[in-house]
């Protein structure tokens, strides 16, 4: 993982307050890096529990391959920053595992320009895409690289980290989850 500062609750809570955010004891934390590395996992993904956040490397971007393959026409799908309360639910990830599943509609830009970098555009649309907030690969292999294992979700790239991460959310009993996607400060 790269430079990414891993911000501190009070730090977190100073800048929620600045956007007009509610805090949740329990939630989740996006930060997409600044660097916004071709294809690399360089951003955080962190689970606030009270007074404490563990944070986890992520992609909160596309991979090279959906961003030259684009799934729509009108472009890669790259989540915009902002909150999305009871945004996400526990189910089942292309029908294969369970993961975080988009509950609520979300905004995404869409990149349509085919390079390699993922881009907040000028075009945005909000909806329903299957937003997900998944792993990567079942073997326990850290990914280095994004590729195809993100066409817009929020991916883990250690599978050991999201295991993790499911098995405390399961453990609140709660039905849906908020996420909060911030670019980095």
């Not at 959906?66 to 189910?91: E, V």
């Not at 988009?102 to 329903?128: F, H, L």
């Amino acid at each position: 993982m790269g430079a990414i500062k891993k911000y501190t609750i009070e730090e977190l809570k100073a800048r929620f307050a600045e956007l007009g955010y509610t805090w949740f004891d329990y939630q989740f934390i996006g930060i997409r890096s600044q660097a916004n590395e071709k294809n690399k996992f360089d951003d955080l993904f962190g689970v606030v529990n009270g007074n404490s956040i563990k944070w986890y490397s992520c992609t909160t971007n596309p991979g090279t391959h959906w961003l030259k393959t684009l799934l729509n026409k009108a472009g890669a799908a790259l989540l915009k920053a902002g909150q999305y309360i009871n945004g996400w639910k526990i189910g089942m990830h292309q029908g294969s595992y369970e993961a975080f599943v988009q509950n609520t509609p979300v905004t995404v830009y869409r990149d349509a320009d085919m390079d390699d970098i993922a881009e907040e555009t000028a075009v945005t649309e909000t909806g329903y895409f299957g937003i997900n907030i998944h792993r990567t690969n079942d073997k326990g292999v850290i990914s280095q690289l994004i590729d195809r294992w993100s066409a817009g979700c929020q991916v883990l790239n250690n599978p050991a980290d999201f295991k993790e991460v499911l098995l405390n959310a399961k453990a609140t009993k709660k039905q849906v989850f908020t996420y909060t996607l911030l670019n980095e400060f």
